[in-house]
Structures are given as structure tokens and as C-alpha cells.
């Protein structure tokens, strides 16, 4: 998997491709945990990924606490329907937002 | 039926799935199931990696078997890991805050919604857990 970055101020935009599961998501991990400091809008753009794991949802859910933590906001992008349907048989997609 | 055995470890993930998914491309099988099977295999062999033989380590068997006439596609997890039936652990609450989600559970609530089956049963020591998928 592939993790691009961009930046704009205090809000971070994070292009993935590739797959999200087991053995890459400490990738995405590791950014929540190290990058976001400052970071008011987060933005993770999934339109890239063919594939996420409960692994994947695990750290969609860390990034999304942190971010209601310092009162910012934070959106998951263009997921693809097999994407999407992971998060909202779930439960997920109640408690992220997802635009297209 | 094709079989594999490998050691319950995350690192063998790729292997396993690779396994999979050669058999069910040439069973003819659609990208999306393939994909909806690779996350089954996903939650159930790293369950195995993670738990079964806590702390040590062991063998995990996967068979893999096609019924063309019925459609039906069968994978089964074997490990001879504590005895451990996944299919009696709680869904976690999946209407939660996120400050309420609970992360534990969560990869067993999907292959549950996605199989058309799931089956266990303990035997001679062994933890036998088998997905059933219907080829659409």
C-alpha cells in the first residue's frame, strides 16, 4: 500500500492505494499516531483502495477519535462499493462520513 | 479440494491468500466474491495467528473445496490451537459512538454477514472452523 500526503495548512489529505488489511494498515497507523499533530481536517481518500479489513476499520476508528479529540474534522473519500460495504455492514458509516 | 498448511503467523497472510484465491479464480469465480472471500480468510487465519497457540506457536491447515454441481464453496480453518469457538464471542455493538466502539469482534461480524454459512465443532483436539459460500 501506498500512502501520499498532502498538506494545506492544518488540513492533511491521505491518498491510499492498494490494499488496507492486516500487514499494511500499521502504515496508516503510524501517520495517525505521528502526523497529526496540528491537523485540523483530515481527509482519507480510500478511492485507490480495492480492499479493507477489519484491520483497516480499526485504525479509520483511531483516526476518527483523534480527531473528535482536538474538535477537527475528518472524512473517508471515494471508496469504492466493496470499500464502503465493509464499513456499513459494520456500522461504521454511522459514525464516519463518507463523501464521494 | 486443495489444502495447505502453514504456520499460524500474520506474515504467512499473503501465502494463504494467494492459495485462495488461485482456486476460486479458476472455479470461476467473480472478482467481488473473491474479494468477499479474501476478507473471510483475512479475519479468521489472522484470529488463528494471533490467538490459537498463545504464547507458543502452530500449524494452521486451510482446505479449500468446490461442489460445481451445487455451487457451493467450502474453506476450512483447522488449528489445534485452545479450544476456541469464535462463533459464540458477542457481536460488538455496532451502532456505538466512537467513543464506544469496541474494536474486539468486529473481524468474526463480517464473515458472518458475508458467508452464507459458518460452522465449528471442536474435535480431537482440534478447533475446525468451516466458511460456506454459495457461487453466484
Same mark, same amino acid.
Do not use: W
Given at each position: 500500500?501506498?500512502?501520499? *500526503?498532502?498538506?494545506?495548512?492544518? *488540513?492533511?489529505?491521505?491518498?491510499?492505494?492498494?490494499?488496507? =488489511?492486516?500487514?499494511?494498515?500499521?502504515?496508516?497507523e503510524?501517520?495517525?499516531?505521528?502526523?497529526? =499533530?496540528?491537523? *485540523? =481536517?483530515?481527509?482519507? =481518500?480510500?478511492?485507490?483502495?480495492?480492499?479493507?479489513?477489519?484491520?483497516?476499520?480499526?485504525?479509520?476508528?483511531?483516526?476518527?477519535?483523534?480527531?473528535?479529540?482536538?474538535?477537527?474534522?475528518?472524512?473517508? *473519500?471515494?471508496?469504492?462499493? $466493496?470499500?464502503? $460495504?465493509?464499513?456499513?455492514?459494520?456500522?461504521?458509516?454511522?459514525?464516519?462520513?463518507?463523501?464521494? | 479440494? +486443495? %489444502?495447505?498448511? #502453514?504456520?499460524?503467523?500474520? %506474515?504467512?497472510?499473503?501465502?494463504?491468500?494467494?492459495?485462495?484465491?488461485?482456486?476460486? %479464480? #479458476? +472455479?470461476?469465480f467473480?472478482?467481488?466474491?473473491?474479494?468477499?472471500?479474501?476478507?473471510?480468510?483475512?479475519?479468521?487465519?489472522?484470529?488463528?495467528?494471533?490467538?490459537?497457540?498463545?504464547? +507458543?506457536?502452530?500449524?494452521?491447515?486451510? &482446505?479449500?473445496?468446490?461442489?460445481?454441481?451445487?455451487?457451493?464453496?467450502?474453506?476450512?480453518?483447522?488449528?489445534?490451537?485452545?479450544?476456541?469457538?469464535?462463533l459464540?464471542?458477542?457481536?460488538?455493538?455496532?451502532?456505538? +459512538?466512537a467513543?464506544?466502539?469496541?474494536?474486539?469482534?468486529?473481524?468474526? &461480524?463480517?464473515?458472518?454477514?458475508?458467508?452464507?454459512?459458518?460452522?465449528y %465443532?471442536?474435535?480431537?483436539?482440534m478447533?475446525?472452523?468451516?466458511?460456506?459460500l454459495?457461487?453466484?
Amino acid at each position: 500500500m501506498d500512502i501520499t *500526503k498532502e498538506q494545506d495548512g492544518s *488540513k492533511l489529505a491521505l491518498k491510499l492505494s492498494g490494499k488496507l =488489511d492486516t500487514l499494511t494498515s500499521p502504515m496508516l497507523e503510524k501517520v495517525i499516531k505521528e502526523e497529526l =499533530d496540528g491537523i *485540523k =481536517d483530515l481527509i482519507i =481518500d480510500l478511492g485507490k483502495i480495492n480492499y479493507v479489513s477489519s484491520a483497516g476499520l480499526r485504525v479509520c476508528l483511531a483516526a476518527q477519535k483523534h480527531m473528535n479529540a482536538v474538535q477537527g474534522t475528518m472524512v473517508i *473519500k471515494d471508496a469504492a462499493p $466493496e470499500v464502503y $460495504e465493509v464499513f456499513e455492514l459494520t456500522g461504521f458509516t454511522d459514525i464516519i462520513k463518507f463523501i464521494k | 479440494m +486443495s %489444502e495447505l498448511e #502453514v504456520p499460524a503467523a500474520r %506474515e504467512q497472510l499473503d501465502k494463504v491468500q494467494e492459495f485462495i484465491q488461485n482456486y476460486m %479464480e #479458476v +472455479s470461476g469465480f467473480s472478482m467481488k466474491q473473491q474479494g468477499q472471500v479474501a476478507l473471510c480468510v483475512e479475519e479468521i487465519f489472522v484470529n488463528i495467528a494471533n490467538y490459537a497457540y498463545l504464547p +507458543s506457536k502452530g500449524m494452521a491447515r486451510i &482446505l479449500i473445496a468446490f461442489d460445481k454441481p451445487t455451487g457451493l464453496l467450502k474453506i476450512t480453518f483447522i488449528d489445534k490451537g485452545q479450544p476456541y469457538n469464535p462463533l459464540t464471542h458477542k457481536d460488538p455493538d455496532i451502532h456505538a +459512538s466512537a467513543k464506544d466502539r469496541r474494536i474486539g469482534g468486529l473481524g468474526i &461480524l463480517l464473515v458472518k454477514r458475508i458467508a452464507d454459512e459458518v460452522l465449528y %465443532e471442536n474435535k480431537d483436539n482440534m478447533n475446525i472452523l468451516q466458511v460456506r459460500l454459495q457461487k453466484k
